[in-house]
């Protein structure tokens, strides 16, 4: 087993040779998931099963492991997010073929018969995080406190302006 993966494939082909590419993705390679995380306890191994689908579409089945350290949104401590993503990814080269999408497939556009695997795992990588990191028990950074009214000083000595009014229905 390679620990590398190519930077560029083409799917197809590698589809008609039925291959599994198995490799390690550092952090360092994935800039957009780099944006997102404090830290990366290991880097990510990635298999991808280029196969075809029941009905015969071009795959690629993507499991992605890794572990990674998010900022929790509540207390703003590191959180520990274990990523163990399986995906299945019809592909297609252009974006009016709605079988895919009919079949209950995620599709993925390819130009010019040419897939970026580096940013197709990330993709995965990224869709795997949560949206908001936060512990399942933990207290928040700063602690809540009821929002205090302020009683303006001085508004009970002012006349209500609409007095008038109560003592004008009662002259009729």
């Known amino acids: 087993m390679s620990n590398r993966l ?38 990510f191994v990635v298999t991808l ?4 689908s029941a009905s015969q579409l071009p ?25 163990n993503t399986e995906s299945e990814v019809v592909l297609t080269t252009s974006d009016t073929d709605r079988q895919p999408e009919d079949e209950g497939y995620e599709v993925y556009i390819v130009e010019d018969e040419h897939l970026p695997l580096l940013a197709f795992v990330e993709d995965e990588v990224l ?7 936060r512990h399942e028990d933990c207290a928040p950074f700063k602690p809540l406190r009821e929002a205090e009214v302020p009683t303006p000083s001085g508004q009970e000595d002012k006349p209500n302006p609409f007095a008038v009014l109560k003592d004008w229905k009662k002259l009729e």
């Open 6 to 43: 190519p930077i560029e494939v083409n799917p197809f082909r590698l589809i008609e040779q039925r291959r599994i590419l198995k490799g390690m993705v550092a952090l360092q390679a994935m800039p957009r998931v780099r944006e997102q995380v404090l830290s990366v306890k290991d880097d």
């Open 49 to 52: 099963e280029f196969t075809h």
């Open 59 to 83: 795959m690629i089945k993507c499991y992605v492991e890794g572990e990674v350290e998010l900022e929790c949104q509540r207390c703003l401590e590191p959180i520990t997010w274990v990523v």
């Open 127 to 133: 869709l795997a995080l949560p949206t908001v990191p």
